[in-house]
């Protein structure tokens, strides 16, 4: 069992709800979660619930010391982790809901890519609406959004109100293909142009 491997399972066991796996994301899943980094410029790419850093690793790969890559981790051993195998990454211990205040103090305006690794379905739908809610403050107008889910757990109550929650929040969702290699078996949401919130000014 790898150094990563053996933190993810003590962290799940000690902390099931906000771990929300057993395991890392394998490299595939990574690979087609971070598709929408962009391979030029300098953008700001958001990453939040890094964990251990599959999807960290592969975000990095492809900036390839370009841009500001911000990875928000509640789970400090896990931000310890992370942050001591990727120097170039601001690791930040915090809330995702806080993501608009973090790229605020950071003088960064909105993020051109938010990756998501958080454990939607194991979220209440007061925490889902919350997080999401911080998402689209973050996004501008071209911003891309992934995140996952696994295959098992799309029929189970959570996962579908997080999938009708994803639909009433943006007017772009594509469903990527099952990642048959991850354990368990994943899928991948890609979601663009956030919906204007009912009341706003038009």
């Known amino acids: 069992m790898t150094n990563d491997t053996a933190l993810f399972l003590r962290q799940w066991i000690r902390s099931p709800g906000t771990v ?3 395991a890392p ?3 595939r899943l990574a690979e087609t979660v971070t ?3 962009p391979h030029r410029g300098d953008p700001v790419i958001v990453e939040l619930g890094p964990g251990t850093g599959a999807f960290t690793a592969e975000i ?6 370009r841009g500001h890559h911000l990875a928000v981790e509640i789970n400090p051993s896990m931000a310890e982790f992370l942050a001591s195998r990727n120097p170039g990454v601001d690791v930040v211990v915090d809330d995702a809901a806080r993501l608009p205040q973090l790229l605020r103090e950071r003088g960064l ?3 051109d890519v938010i ?6 379905a194991a979220f209440s739908e007061e925490t889902q609406a919350r997080l999401l809610d911080a998402v689209t403050g973050a996004m501008g107008p071209n911003t891309a959004f992934t995140t996952f889910a696994y295959s098992f757990a799309k029929r189970l ?3 579908r109100r997080f999938r009708r929650r994803l639909s009433d929040t943006f007017e772009e969702v ?3 293909r099952t990642v048959w290699g991850n354990v368990p078996p994943a899928f991948v949401y890609h979601a663009r142009r956030p919906r204007q919130a009912s009341g706003a000014p038009a």
């Open 20 to 22: 929300g796996a057993v």
């Open 25 to 27: 994301s394998s490299r």
């Open 35 to 37: 598709s929408s980094v």
């Open 109 to 111: 305006p909105e993020a």
């Open 174 to 176: 594509v469903l990527g």
């Open 157 to 159: 109550p959570p996962a």
């Open 115 to 120: 990756v998501s690794g958080l454990p939607w």
């Open 60 to 65: 990095q790969r492809r900036l390839g010391g």
